[in-house]
Antibody, heavy 113, light 110 residues
Framework: EVQLVETGGGLIQPGGSLRLSCAASGFTVSSNYMSWVRQAPGKGLEWVSV???????YYADSVKGRFTFSRDKSKNTLYLQMNSLRVEDTAVYYC???????WGQGTLVTVSS | QAVVTQEPSLTVSPGGTVTLTCGSSTGTVTGGHYPYWFQQKPGQAPRTLIYDTSNKPSWTPARFSGSLLGGKAALTLSGAQPEDEADYYC??????????FGGGTKLTVL
């Protein structure tokens, strides 16, 4: 059974940092294009970042330079390092393999003073 | 950045047919935009319904189909069921740019 489990969300002050983790089981993350997608409360979906199977990463303009997407093949885990967080980064963050329809349950990040 | 447009809301009768569309501010949507469609029900994570215009993950019911129609990506639901009431989002990819989600369509089955 395929599972993606995100952890690491929480309440953080503006300007702070958080690292989200996405632990996968039942498939190999490094063999797939893996994405982070977020959803602000009551709003639509927003694409955040992707890591290709070859390791290349791409970011939405809204997070470029502040977020870093990485993976640990030995742990079959993805990470999203989020620095210089802003109020507008408040959202549920999902990791996913979009084409394979593998989605985590999401983790809530709240940026507030 | 491109703007991807969807109908904010649509209503379909049980057993009826409805088509949701996904347009791009840059012009005609083609297969090169690799259109995706996602379904999201309240309180749940999204699910991928269609990828690369018309391909389906194994869970997607046969009543859903994806296509290109009139310069847009389209999601057609034929034989709507009450459980199809949900928000639907499209995603378009752009060469040299980042993928962009549409604003979503709230589909009511009534």
């Amino acid at each position: 059974e395929v599972q993606l489990v995100e952890t690491g969300g929480g309440l953080i002050q503006p300007g702070g940092s958080l690292r989200l983790s996405c632990a996968a089981s039942g498939f190999t993350v490094s063999s797939n294009y893996m994405s982070w997608v977020r959803q602000a409360p009551g709003k639509g979906l927003e694409w955040v970042s992707v890591i290709h199977s070859g390791g290349s990463t791409y970011y939405a303009d809204s997070v470029k330079g502040r977020f870093t997407f990485s993976r640990d093949k030995s742990k079959n885990t993805l990470y999203l390092q989020m620095n210089s967080l802003r109020v507008e980064d408040t959202a549920v963050y999902y990791c996913a393999s979009l084409a394979a329809d593998y989605w985590g349950q999401g983790t809530l990040v709240t940026v507030s003073s | 950045q491109a703007v991807v447009t969807q109908e904010p809301s649509l209503t379909v009768s049980p057993g009826g047919t409805v088509t949701l569309t996904c347009g791009s501010s840059t012009g005609t949507v083609t297969g090169g935009h690799y259109p995706y469609w996602f379904q999201q029900k309240p309180g749940q994570a999204p699910r991928t319904l269609i990828y690369d215009t018309s391909n389906k993950p194994s869970w997607t019911p046969a009543r859903f189909s994806g296509s290109l129609l009139g310069g847009k990506a389209a999601l057609t639901l034929s034989g709507a069921q009450p459980e199809d009431e949900a928000d639907y989002y499209c995603l378009l990819s752009y060469t040299g740019a980042r993928p962009v989600f549409g604003g979503g369509t709230k589909l009511t089955v009534l």
